[in-house]
């Protein structure tokens, strides 16, 4: 899967190619509230431009 950044929403999966960390950081970083998420179905989606913002401001450690 090869991340949009075109899209409005993006998969955990290609938020994690864009960001270039694995798929259990991204939803680590939902979980402590560090990116917003929408729930559809079961899955979750997130908005490209909080990724964005998320990079840009140049991001947090999860580990910490």
């Known amino acids: 899967m090869e991340a949009n950044i075109n899209s409005v929403v993006l998969y955990?999966?290609?938020?994690a190619e864009l960001m270039k960390v694995s798929r259990w950081t991204v939803y680590e970083l939902v979980k402590q509230h560090k990116l917003p998420c929408m729930k559809i179905g079961?899955?979750?989606?997130?908005?490209t431009k909080a990724v964005l913002e998320f990079?840009?401001?140049?991001?947090t450690?999860?580990?910490t």
């Open 42 to 47: 079961r899955g979750i989606r997130i908005p």
């Open 12 to 15: 955990p999966q290609e938020v």
């Open 55 to 59: 990079i840009e401001s140049g991001g």
């Open 61 to 63: 450690d999860v580990l």
